[in-house]
């Protein structure tokens, strides 16, 4: 069996980054790995009925899904936030993207944040806001997944 996990690096010139790595339990190699490529961030199908999902891209390199559960707005593992935000960003967003850093939900992968887990916010707009890091009016620019 084969287990997945995160490690902190410190490279001279790049500062602080992330290795993805994959674990062989029976021979205690390790390997880096593509969380994408590997698995390590696949989708389980939920027990329950298969919600909507809706997505949202940015210029600035946000590439996100989620979907709706009862009041709130879930964020799925494995949507990148835009790495850095605008200059009129609100603070709240700010705020918020910092605290998902800091709780290692939120770590830097290829120019972007990578989401480690599904993340419940309190409404799409709020987590429009935090996925592509600036100003938000509605949660209108989350659209229907497959459709334009």
Same mark, same amino acid.
């Given at each position: 069996?084969?287990?997945?996990?995160?490690?902190?690096?410190?490279? @001279?010139?790049?500062?602080?980054?992330?290795?993805?790595?994959?674990?062989?339990?029976?021979?205690?190699?390790?390997?880096?790995?593509? @969380?994408?490529?590997?698995?390590?961030?696949?989708?389980?199908?939920?027990?329950?009925?298969?919600?909507?999902?809706?997505?949202?891209?940015?210029?600035?390199?946000?590439?996100?899904?989620?979907?709706?559960?009862?009041?709130?707005?879930?964020?799925?593992?494995?949507?990148?936030?835009?790495?850095?935000?605008? @200059?009129?960003?609100?603070?709240?967003?700010?705020?918020?993207?910092?605290?998902?850093?800091?709780?290692?939900?939120?770590? @830097?992968?290829?120019?972007?944040?990578?989401?480690?887990?599904?993340?419940?916010?309190?409404?799409?707009?709020?987590?429009?806001?935090?996925?592509?890091?600036?100003?938000?009016?509605?949660?209108?620019?989350?659209?229907?997944?497959?459709?334009?």
């Amino acid at each position: 069996m084969k287990e997945y996990y995160v490690k902190k690096i410190y490279h @001279p010139q790049e500062g602080e980054l992330y290795q993805f790595l994959e674990l062989d339990a029976q021979t205690g190699e390790e390997q880096t790995i593509d @969380p994408f490529e590997s698995g390590m961030l696949k989708f389980y199908p939920e027990t329950e009925a298969v919600p909507d999902i809706f997505s949202i891209t940015s210029k600035r390199g946000a590439d996100a899904t989620g979907f709706y559960r009862s009041e709130k707005f879930v964020v799925q593992r494995g949507s990148k936030f835009a790495a850095s935000t605008s @200059p009129k960003c609100p603070k709240k967003y700010v705020k918020l993207r910092e605290n998902l850093v800091l709780d290692k939900l939120l770590v @830097p992968f290829e120019h972007q944040l990578l989401l480690m887990e599904d993340t419940e916010f309190d409404s799409p707009m709020l987590a429009m806001g935090a996925v592509i890091g600036g100003w938000v009016r509605g949660s209108h620019d989350w659209k229907e997944a497959g459709k334009k």
